[in-house]
């Protein structure tokens, strides 16, 4: 049985991937039944879609605040919820706007959605735990090694308070996915020696900038285009797929990792702030298993969202075509997929945690961990260097502006002609123009 043994994760996990965490949860009493509190923190399409879900998984919970960056998103947010679920979400005084009005929503809950642009979800979940709050926390969880290393003390701290922390990466609590990699931890294709970690698909959103906005607040508008916001967009989108690799190495992280990237669709300045638009990254295992990743956001290209891994005895496709072939080929099993609505059952397994109907829910360490895997083959990419995953721990690089305010000056500003510098591998961080 090699380090990362799979037969004994399965048999200390009924839950299929949530880490169960010491003691009981000190709120479970006045829980069980009673009505629980809810804040949403990011107004945007998930943290819409996730009051949703919230208010489906249990008839029990009320929506009592609601915070956004922006004025016109948390209203706009407060206004739809209200007309859809007449009496479950009761936001008088409720409703907040600002960097920092993720507190004064959470001060009002039990329970912390939080649904914001990537780089701020660090913080709102320190203080989320710290405040004795469960919590939800969408990924990625951070952009940069201090914000994993801060996820990982939540993570300790919500343990410590028996709290439930539930994480965003949906597809662990899909029933189609959780099948197929339980069969994988099981042994059904021996041990684990390689995977290919797709994430293939077309360019995502870009927001223009609004008459009176600072710097600070069309880079937070338009957050999607910004390494220090969103974490690049392997670390936004491809993290999906990084988190099937930790999985199926039993949430064991990779010893090193290196890769080529490059932005070749994404050449107009500002509007695709400095994002990279291709990645291909290879993790390597002490043991010598290795991961292959590619990730792209092109348009007019092939397309597949996928993650395929090869074992000592066959190979498994986890997402579309799920199957198990043996070494010669021969399909061992075909999935026939069942309904399953990962968004809906990843909070109602959260309101079974809290409710102390099952134990206490903890995603902390593979939220971080995958995250981390996308922040150290961005940098990987972007550097042009081979890196450990114990550098990247310690690492203190971070693409963050000191403080969050909206006079504040981002990391990166455009130059006079309305630029940003661009990562180019091997040189480091320059302004430059590519025209096609
Ligand atoms: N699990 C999934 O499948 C899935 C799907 C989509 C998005 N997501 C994740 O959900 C998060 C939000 O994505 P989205 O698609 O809703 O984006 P979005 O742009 O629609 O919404 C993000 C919202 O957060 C707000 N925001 C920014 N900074 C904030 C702050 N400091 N405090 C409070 N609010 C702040 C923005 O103003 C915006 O309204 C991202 O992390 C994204 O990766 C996950």
């Known amino acids: 049985m090699s380090n990362f043994s799979r037969r ?24 069980t039944d009673g009505v629980l509190k809810v804040a949403l923190v990011g107004c945007g399409g998930r943290g819409r879609g996730a009051a949703v879900n919230t208010l489906n998984a249990d008839p029990n919970v009320k929506i009592v ?57 660090a913080r709102s979940l320190r203080y989320a735990v710290e405040n004795d709050k469960h919590a939800f926390a969408e990924k990625p969880v951070a952009t940069d090694a201090p914000g994993i290393r801060s996820v990982l003390e939540s993570t300790e701290i919500a343990k410590k308070k028996g709290l439930t922390l539930v994480s965003g990466l949906c597809w662990r609590y899909d029933l189609n996915v959780k099948d197929m990699m339980e069969r994988i931890l099981d042994g059904a294709i021996g041990d684990v020696t390689s995977g290919r970690l797709t994430y293939l698909t077309s360019q995502l959103w870009k927001r223009p900038r609004q008459e009176g906005d600072t710097e600070m607040m069309y880079q937070v508008r338009n957050w999607y285009n910004y390494a220090w916001l969103s974490g690049d ?20 992280a990779p010893v090193s990792c290196y890769g080529l990237g490059a932005r070749m669709q ?45 074992g000592t005895k066959g190979f498994a496709t986890v997402l579309g075509g799920a199957r198990i072939t043996d070494l010669d080929g021969k399909v061992v099993y075909q999935q026939k997929k069942v309904p399953s609505d990962m968004y809906t059952l990843e909070h109602v397994e959260m309101y079974k945690s809290i409710r102390g109907k ?34 990247m721990m310690k690492s203190d690089k971070s693409y963050a502006p000191s403080s969050y305010a909206w006079d504040g000056t981002p990391w990166n500003v455009q130059d006079e002609q309305g630029r940003y510098k661009i990562q180019v591998p091997g040189i480091g961080q320059v302004y430059h123009t590519v025209t096609r």
């Open 65 to 121: 605040a609601i915070a956004d960056a922006f004025e016109a998103n948390a209203k706009g947010a407060a206004e739809g919820l209200q007309a859809q679920f007449e009496g479950r979400v009761d936001l008088k005084d409720g409703v907040f706007w600002g960097l920092d009005a993720y507190k004064q929503a959470i001060d009002k809950a039990d329970v912390a959605l939080l649904c914001e642009t990537p780089a701020f979800r």
């Open 8 to 31: 004994n994760f399965l048999k200390t996990s009924a839950l299929g991937g949530a880490v169960l965490a010491a003691g009981l949860p000190k709120v479970h009493a006045a829980e």
């Open 266 to 310: 994404r050449v107009e300045q500002p509007a695709n702030g400095d994002i990279y638009d291709s990645m291909a990254a290879v993790f390597e295992y002490g043991n010598g298993t290795t991961f292959y990743s590619l990730c792209r956001q092109q348009n007019g290209c092939w397309g597949e969202n996928n993650a395929h891994f090869a």
């Open 358 to 391: 099952i134990d206490t829910i903890n995603n902390g360490e593979y939220m971080a961990k995958s995250t981390m895997m996308g922040i150290m083959a961005r940098e990987a990419c972007y550097t042009g260097k081979r890196l450990t995953w114990e550098e």
């Open 233 to 252: 967009f392997n670390v936004e989108q491809h993290v999906h797929t990084l988190d099937k690799a930790l999985w199926a190495m039993n949430d064991a």
